[in-house]
């Protein structure tokens, strides 16, 4: 073959490499997420090379600087008309900029907030050789109760990991209710997944608990993670696409321009179903609703306590943001399908997280089973299928999220010689010992306990009203129901703590440092204002309730 040949083979080759277009990112639109992951990269160069001694301060301070860089950016996004107006699909089709996705975005940055100030906490436990000491292990690659792990604990050593571990999960929750797409929702899901299986192995006491925790939560992730991708397989053979409002306009059959190649399996319904179902499945493990909800109780008891509590808060905000775009982007030609099915989870784990939380004796595994219930009263704000409903669900993840960190950081005060006194025996007679902490623990009590004048009251309320108005009336009398069941054992701890003798041997209250301070009186700040004053949040939740939505038609008619 001549020369000449070759240079015409090469070029002619070479041309439609040349097409290729650059990719469109807009990074001011995203700059939230990339925010926290560069102070995540680094806080891993931190842990690389700064000086052991200096690196506590060091990532406190750039995980601050940067959950607060973020909030900012996302205020600005929100006063530019991102949320509103100027609402559209960035990166090229992969993430939606808009104002549900806003809302739960600056959420989830504030619930990171408070949570890093709760992972910061160095007072609680008294100076071990000298050297103060927080929640975490010594030198997690130790074996418990081994020589190294004592050599660690005597040289001073500190888990300084766990805030790049924050800011990772944090990102990836940034990200998981804003994609637009099932692959960027997956890569989302595993971002943040993935450290928060490695938070939860980290505790400095009751190591082997903590590890146990952590083992249960990553294997039935992982089941969870591989239904989802499952899903998302079966949704591509259904759509041809993995984006969002491509499969929308399958769904509504309004689709152009069919490839050849997937004519065949497009539009069958198997598919269509049985994807969404496996997709559906892994966001209510998220959310930790029932029948997907047996690791709550384990994994909360035995993790970290600052790491439940960012768990319980944000993690919920995250997922509850993508099931909502899913069903209401995605899949709102399959409400006939879905909503009975929604219908069914709402009231099992609404009664099922109530009646359970009865029996509890740990005030950790009491919590569990409250937000479990909780997260059947918010899918009754899902199930609404309407702007309201979005709404209502939006305010009530702001409330409680920070309820809950707020209740766990003073779990963490409650204290004797094994650390954390988690058993309900130990909190009799503590508002008589300490009256102020039992005071606060009985406001965030009241607040989930629905009782008005608190968060929890306007939140419930705003999501029942949802709910009956979009005709899930019978739903609302079971969750009125199951409210009265959950507040028996809110009550009940009230009780214990003020009207019962303290125990001789009771725990102590520890002084906290002013970041758990901080902590939880954001959290009474939030639950005070939002339940006495929450017209002017229930409208910015009112305005960041629509969805943007591409190309897509009117729904297909109940079958």
């Known amino acids: 073959m001549s020369t000449t040949a070759v240079h015409s083979l090469w070029t002619t080759a070479a041309d439609p490499i040349s097409k290729i277009p650059a ?21 891993v160069l931190i842990e690389a090379f700064a000086p052991r001694k200096s690196r506590y301060y060091a990532q406190v301070f750039v995980s601050a600087v940067a959950l607060c860089a973020a909030f900012a950016a996302v205020v600005a996004l929100a006063a530019d008309g991102y949320g509103t107006t100027k609402a559209h699909i960035a990166a090229m089709g992969a993430i939606a900029v808009d104002g549900p996705a806003l809302f739960l975005q600056g ?5 990171g907030l408070v949570g890093l100030f709760t992972f910061a906490e160095r007072r609680l436990d008294p ?11 010594a030198q997690a690659a130790s074996v418990p109760g081994s020589d190294s792990e004592q050599a660690a604990v005597k040289a001073g050593f500190t888990t300084t990991e766990v805030f790049p571990l924050l800011l990772f999960a944090v990102a990836g ?7 637009n797409d099932l692959l960027t929702l997956f890569v989302a899901l595993e971002v943040f997944s993935l450290p928060l299986y490695l938070l939860c192995a980290l505790a400095r006491r009751k190591r082997l608990m903590s590890q146990e925790a952590a083992v249960k939560y990553f294997l039935l992730g992982a089941f969870a993670s591989a239904f989802t991708l499952f899903g998302i397989a079966l949704l591509y053979g259904y759509a041809g696409s993995v984006s969002y409002a491509r499969i929308a306009q399958v769904v509504d059959g309004t689709v152009t321009n069919v490839d050849p190649a997937l004519a065949n399996t497009m539009g069958n319904d198997a598919l269509l179903l049985i994807g969404a179902a496996m997709i559906v499945m892994g966001l209510l493990f998220k959310v930790a609703a029932v029948p ?21 808060a944000a993690t919920k905000v995250a997922a509850f943001g993508a099931l909502l775009r899913l069903l209401y982007v995605v899949l709102p030609g399959m409400r006939w399908d879905w909503r009975p099915v929604m219908w069914a989870v ?4 609404m009664l099922g997280g109530a009646i359970v939380a009865i029996t509890q004796t740990d005030i950790k595994r009491l919590l569990a089973y409250s937000s479990i219930a909780h997260a059947g009263f918010i899918l009754a704000g899902v199930i609404a299928t309407s702007k309201d409903g979005v709404s209502s669900v939006l305010f009530y993840l702001a409330g409680y999220s920070f309820v809950t960190i707020g209740a766990f950081a003073v779990v963490t005060l409650v204290r004797d010689a094994g650390g954390e006194a988690t058993h309900l025996s130990k909190w009799a007679g503590l508002g008589r010992r300490s009256p102020l902490v039992a005071a606060v623990f009985a406001v965030f009590l009241l607040a989930f306990a629905g009782i008005p004048l608190t968060s929890g009251f306007a939140g419930k309320f705003a999501v029942f009203k949802a ?20 507040a028996f054992f ?3 701890v009230i009780v214990l703590m003020f009207f019962s003798e303290p125990r001789p041997d009771g725990p102590t209250v520890a002084v906290p440092s002013p970041m758990t301070m901080i902590a939880i009186g954001m959290g009474v700040a939030v639950t005070v204002v939002l339940g006495v004053a929450p017209q002017y949040f229930l409208n910015l939740a009112s305005q960041a309730g629509v969805f943007h939505r591409r190309g897509q038609g009117r729904g297909r008619r109940p079958r």
């Open 346 to 349: 709402a009231i099992i784990t």
């Open 23 to 43: 990719p469109k990112i807009e990074y001011g639109q995203l700059s939230p997420t990339l925010i926290v992951v560069g102070a995540a990269l680094v806080g």
């Open 292 to 312: 997907f909800h047996m690791w709550t109780p384990d994994v909360y008891q035995g993790a970290p306590t600052p790491v439940t509590g960012f768990m319980a």
């Open 127 to 137: 100076a071990t050789h000298g050297n103060r000491v927080d929640s975490f292990a």
């Open 490 to 492: 809110y009550i009940r």
């Open 173 to 179: 929750m940034l990200v998981f209710p804003s994609a």
């Open 107 to 111: 959420t989830i940055v504030l619930a």
């Open 467 to 486: 709910a009956a108005d979009g005709g899930a009336v019978p739903l609302v009398v079971i969750g009125v129901i199951s409210s009265a069941i959950a």
